[in-house]
């Protein structure tokens, strides 16, 4: 069974990076033709896109977040991760990491974690 | 940045049938598969329909989803307490480039 699980603080300062670390069980991020992506969820409201990664390494993002989001993979400890630069509150939200065989299917999730942009 | 429309709420009573419509543009639902995700309260979303209208092992087969144009249903039948919660429809835009949400649609059971 496929497991995802978010990790990383739940605070950071304004003008800081946001950085988010999932953590891949019972599944290789390099096998099998799949996208990692994250998604965010902001208080009370919708999903948001953020991007993704492919098995092999290659990332794509959300052209509204591209100038400052990287998402990379650790393929030694079957992570991927997520930075965020130049944080402000508008960037306080839930944030999912998901596997999924098409760029728009997510089929599984982590259970999300609170990120609080806050001074 | 929601370019497909839901209606923000929705409601019906045990065993009535509720559809939740999105409707989009030629770039994201006219152009490509629509998915459907339901969102139970202070869970993580879950698929429920991909590929417009296809049910992952596991979905029940009150769920169906359609397509006609620029537009997408989702219908639940037999409507059952369980099923209230949030539901988003999501599909590529090729326009943006990237993944689209609705900005999802309460069903609520009276």
């Known amino acids: 069974q496929v497991q995802l699980q978010e990790s990383g603080p739940g605070l950071v300062k304004p003008s800081q990076t946001l950085s988010l670390t999932c953590t891949v069980s019972?599944?290789?991020?390099?096998?099998?033709?799949?996208?990692w992506s994250w998604i965010r969820q902001h208080p009370g409201k919708g999903l948001e896109w953020i991007g993704y990664i492919y098995y092999g390494g290659s990332a794509y993002y959300n052209p509204s977040l591209k100038s400052r989001v990287i998402i990379s993979m650790d393929t030694s400890k079957n992570q991927f991760s997520l930075q965020l630069n130049s944080v402000t509150a508008a960037d306080t939200a839930v944030y999912y990491c998901?596997?999924?065989?098409?760029?728009?299917?997510?089929?599984?999730w982590g259970q999300g974690t609170l990120v609080t942009v806050s001074s | 940045q929601s370019v497909l429309t839901q209606p923000p709420s929705a409601s019906g009573t045990p065993g009535q049938r509720v559809t939740i419509s999105c409707s989009g543009g030629?770039?994201?639902?006219?152009?490509?598969?629509v998915y459907w995700y339901q969102q139970l309260t202070r869970t993580a979303p879950k698929l429920l329909i991909y590929?417009?209208?296809q049910r992952p092992s596991g979905v029940p087969d009150r769920f169906s989803g359609s397509k006609s144009g620029t537009s997408a249903s989702l219908a639940i039948s037999g409507l059952r307490s369980e099923d209230e919660a949030d539901y988003f429809c999501a599909a590529w835009d090729d326009s943006l480039g990237g993944v689209l949400f609705g900005g999802g649609t309460k069903v609520t059971v009276l």
């Open positions: 030629g770039a994201n639902i006219g152009s490509n598969y």
């Open positions: 998901t596997r999924g065989d098409f760029k728009e299917r997510f089929d599984y």
């Open positions: 590929r417009s209208n």
């Open positions: 019972g599944d290789s991020i390099i096998s099998g033709g799949y996208f």
